[in-house]
């Protein structure tokens, strides 16, 4: 009866062992994410929230027919005033609805990936061909011959290769 009782007690403390050390695996490894995420700048939350909506320094007028309305009411120089897309007043596309530019899938809502947010930030509004991607807004609009603005966040993705491209050596 007691060998019974030791084989159970030692594959219960094998079960224990286990457990504590799997537990310890999961938090350091997520200690170890939310430390990275927590040196991204800027970060996903103010992505989320603020920074994806309108370039740097210009004010987000808030959702007009289910865009975006941004305008740069601080008159800051922009490129392309000759051209007709290139105005004070633009209009971007929103953050699908349940999807966050943020890490982790908080508040329940799916993450991007990187593939996804390179996609979201290179398209237009539907059926509007006046408008511009945020990525076309950067390249064409965002810099004056004097000043070079920038779209925190976005600027990067924008002028990076495509994620779903293969580099090969």
Not at 10 to 25: D, E, N, S
Not at 69 to 89: A, L, M, R
Request: a negative charge; aromatic letters at 12%.
């Amino acid at each position: 009866m007691s060998v019974i009782v030791n084989i159970f007690a030692a594959i219960g403390l094998i079960f224990l062992i286990t457990y504590i050390v799997y537990y310890l695996y999961d938090y350091i490894k997520k200690m170890n994410e939310e430390q990275q995420i927590s040196q991204i700048f800027p970060s996903p939350t103010y992505m989320q929230n603020v920074g994806i909506n309108c370039p740097d320094y210009w004010v987000n007028m808030g959702i007009v027919d289910g865009n975006i309305k941004c305008k740069n009411s601080f008159n800051i120089p922009i490129n392309g005033h000759e051209e007709s897309k290139c105005t004070d007043e633009m209009y971007f596309i929103p953050v699908e609805t349940g999807k966050t530019w943020e890490y982790g899938n908080p508040n329940n809502l799916k993450s991007l990936t990187d593939k996804e947010k390179f996609d979201f930030l290179n398209k237009k509004i539907d059926g509007n061909d006046d408008s511009m991607s945020r990525c076309e807004w950067v390249n064409k609009c965002s810099q004056s011959e004097n000043t070079q603005g920038i779209w925190q966040g976005v600027n990067e993705i924008c002028n990076s290769p495509d994620p779903s491209t293969k580099y090969i050596k």
